[in-house]
């Protein structure tokens, strides 16, 4: 049974650092893995899709990666800033029908 | 750009109550998903729909059923509300197949409180 575990659960950082969320998940064949943000309160807004062909997608600061050999994935933000401050979840596809399993996400807070 | 709605953004009921959530969207994709997110448990998907009419159980359907006529729109219900029924409900959807394009996209959520 797929399982995706998010590390760390909580991050707080001043403005302007570079950080990494990861993502890992136990079974390596997905098709694909996506990273969602989610502000308090809200719905999850898509940041980026990266197919397993793919080892990399880059959205402005966002740059996401994928190793299905190890089953892991990074989300990089660049040059971060107090408007990055969300959940951010990561998902793989189970089961088929594009079911998602997701993992518990990381709380990223950043300070001014 | 895809657009998912759900009908309520908060909602209160009783407790026994029928309650209805409905979402909607605008892509004509064939899948349709219900999840229940609740603190410390993460997303949990309820039911999906790959196609009008067609409808299949996830995880925890239990207290729940859904509808889909209209390929744009699938409905949860809650036959009879319960407490442990408080939580924040979330629809998404996606293209039919888990092909590698595929992104699943979700609505603004609904935050239902029985009380």
């Known amino acids: 049974k797929q399982e995706v575990t998010q590390i760390p659960a909580a991050l707080s950082v001043p403005e302007g650092e570079n950080l990494v969320l990861n993502c890992s998940f136990t079974?390596?064949?997905?098709?694909?893995l996506q990273w969602f943000r989610q502000d308090p309160g809200k719905g999850l807004t898509s940041l980026l899709l990266?197919?397993?062909?793919?080892r990399e997608q880059t959205s402005g600061r966002l740059n996401a990666s994928l190793d299905k050999s190890s089953g892991r994935s990074t989300l990089y933000i660049a040059a971060s800033q107090p408007g990055d401050s969300a959940t951010y979840l990561c998902?793989?596809?189970?089961?088929?029908?594009?079911?998602?399993?997701f993992g518990a996400g990381t709380r990223l807070a950043v300070h001014p | 750009d895809v657009k998912v709605t759900q009908s309520s953004r908060y909602l209160v009921k009783r407790t026994g109550e029928k309650v209805f959530l409905e979402c909607v969207q605008d892509?004509?994709?064939?899948?349709m998903f219900w999840y229940r997110q609740d603190p410390g448990l993460g997303l949990r998907l309820i039911y999906f729909?790959?196609?009008?009419?067609?409808?299949e159980k996830g995880d925890i359907p239990e207290g729940y059923s859904v509808s889909r006529e209209k390929k744009e729109r699938f409905s949860l219900i809650l036959e009879s509300a319960s407490t442990n029924q408080t939580s924040m409900y979330l629809c998404?959807?996606?293209?039919?197949?888990?092909?590698?394009?595929?992104?699943?996209?979700f609505g603004p959520g609904t935050r239902l409180t029985v009380t």
């Open positions: 998404a959807s996606s293209l039919e197949l888990a092909g590698e394009d595929y992104e699943q996209y």
């Open positions: 079974d390596s064949a997905i098709y694909n």
């Open positions: 990266i197919q397993s062909s793919q």
């Open positions: 998902a793989v596809p189970s089961g088929g029908y594009n079911k998602l399993i």
């Open positions: 892509m004509d994709h064939e899948n």
């Open positions: 729909s790959y196609d009008v009419k067609m409808k």
